[in-house]
């Protein structure tokens, strides 16, 4: 009679049927992900990944959820680090930035590549695990605007039309600054990136900080 597994042994498996998943939809894309391609890649067969994962989207639910718990944990601990509006912002900023390069897969089918997002799997079975991406997500969103308020004066703090243009300023900013360094296209033009970068993010909270 087969030994069951044990839970470090499941874990270790599903560690595993993930790697490769994203692997193959940053390599290959989100349309190439099957759960024979996986098999291949760890040596196993497609019925027995089923054990873990019931769908293909059930497994990219699951890899996206890990990403933003990722970036979760990193940005709370930046967040929680400093009180001072424009240390704060720095430290955020500088976090999203590691991320990015530090996970890059991650980033990448979070928040570069046309993958599946929450909106795909509403009236879905698999609406409430998405639910859960999307929740730490929201979560995310809104650390940062209250962090981009504490860069505001009172009278635009209170707008939130212009709270949310500065948001998305300094998303788009951050998001150019990893996706150039990414792709290895800033390395041509920059020789110090980290030092560029860290001036560029310095001279951006100055502009926030304006009344």
Do not use: C
């Not at 560690?15 to 098999?39: C, F, H, K, N, W």
């Not at 991320?99 to 879905?124: C, E, Q």
């Not at 860069?151 to 707008?159: F, I, R, S, V």
């Amino acid at each position: 009679m087969k030994k069951p597994r044990d839970l470090n042994e499941i874990k270790n498996i599903q560690s595993r049927i993930l790697e490769a998943a994203l692997d193959i939809i940053v390599q290959e894309g989100y349309p190439a992900l099957t759960m024979r391609r996986i098999a291949s890649r760890i040596g196993m067969t497609a019925p027995n990944i089923y054990n873990y994962y019931k769908s293909k989207d059930e497994l990219y639910i699951s890899l996206v959820i890990q990403g933003f718990e990722i970036l979760q944990r990193e940005l709370k601990s930046a967040y929680d680090k400093y009180e001072e509006p424009a240390e704060r912002g720095a430290a955020l900023a500088r976090a999203y930035i590691t991320f990015g390069l530090k996970h890059s897969s991650y980033y990448d089918i979070m928040f570069t590549y046309p993958t599946p997002k929450y909106n795909d799997y509403v009236g879905t079975p698999l609406e409430k695990l998405s639910e859960i991406e999307y929740r730490i997500s929201m979560d995310i969103v809104t650390s940062a605007l209250n962090a981009v308020k504490g860069l505001m004066g009172k009278e635009l703090a209170g707008d939130d039309q212009a709270v949310q243009m500065r948001f998305i300023a300094a998303w788009s900013m951050l998001h150019g600054m990893i996706s150039l360094y990414n792709s290895k296209i800033v390395q041509y033009t920059v020789q110090d990136t980290e030092v560029m970068y860290e001036k560029m993010i310095a001279e951006f909270l100055q502009l926030l900080l304006r009344r």
